[in-house]
């Protein structure tokens, strides 16, 4: 298993600034994902983080938005950078230690005014 | 691509009544099929797996069954409660790339 935690867990940011969200995993992993949950929505795939390469992007999502670092096999960071209210939504980091199971963190609230 | 259908919600029960809650999925390979629920203000949380056709995945009193034929992943329980109240996930990772495709969710309230 994995236990993940997520700095911060909610924020209220106004528009036009940025934010970075920290994931801390409690064991190394290769992989780690970073998902966006809109209000009353279900999850999309922003981007795959892998250790010592740049992160993959998904369809819709690009780099000078949404930055990732991922220095080591236990952390990754994620960026919201000018921000507008479209941006308000739950920010999820999620690894899979092993096999396919995928382990999700508690989530960064995210309100943009 | 891959895409996971899951049956409208919402969903509202009385209590001991049973659940079904639909799935079905399209994936290239042989990918593993989940189960996640999200209680009201919290993370997401697995419920169950399953990982090749014919497993069925169990916990909680929760049940579903991997149905390649049907390419299905049904959530069933025989008996629900009210803290079953949540919202819940079917999701499927593709083995290859290791990322997950959801569903749009299905929110269950159960009444007393």
């Known amino acids: 298993s994995a236990v993940i935690s997520q700095k911060p867990s909610r924020d209220i940011c106004q528009r036009g600034t940025s934010l970075t969200i920290q994931c801390q995993v409690d064991?190394?992993?290769?992989?780690m994902f970073w998902y966006r949950q809109q209000p009353g929505q279900s999850l999309t795939l922003i981007a795959t983080a892998n250790q010592g390469s740049e992160a993959t992007y998904e369809s819709g999502f690009v780099i000078d938005k949404f930055p990732i670092s991922r220095p080591n096999l236990t952390f990754s960071t994620l960026t919201v950078s000018n921000m507008s209210p479209e941006d308000s939504s739950i920010y999820l980091c999620?690894?899979?230690?092993?096999?396919?199971?995928?382990?999700f963190g508690p989530g960064t609230r995210l309100t943009v005014t | 691509g891959n895409s996971v259908t899951q049956m409208e919600g919402p969903v509202t029960l009385s209590e001991e009544a049973f659940l079904t809650i639909n799935c079905t999925y399209t994936?290239?390979?042989?990918?593993?099929l989940f189960w996640y629920v999200q209680y009201p203000g919290e993370g997401l949380q697995l419920l169950l797996k399953?990982?090749?056709?014919?497993d069925k995945g169990s916990n909680k009193g929760f049940e579903a069954t991997y149905r390649k034929e049907t390419t299905s992943f049904h959530l069933e329980k025989g008996s629900v409660q009210v803290s079953d109240s949540a919202v819940y996930f079917c999701a499927l990772t593709n083995t290859n790339a290791g990322k997950s495709t959801f569903g749009d969710g299905t929110t269950l309230t159960v009444k007393p």
């Open positions: 994936a290239t390979g042989y990918p593993s």
């Open positions: 399953a990982t090749k056709a014919d």
């Open positions: 999620s690894v899979i230690p092993r096999g396919y199971e995928q382990y």
């Open positions: 064991s190394q992993v290769t992989m």
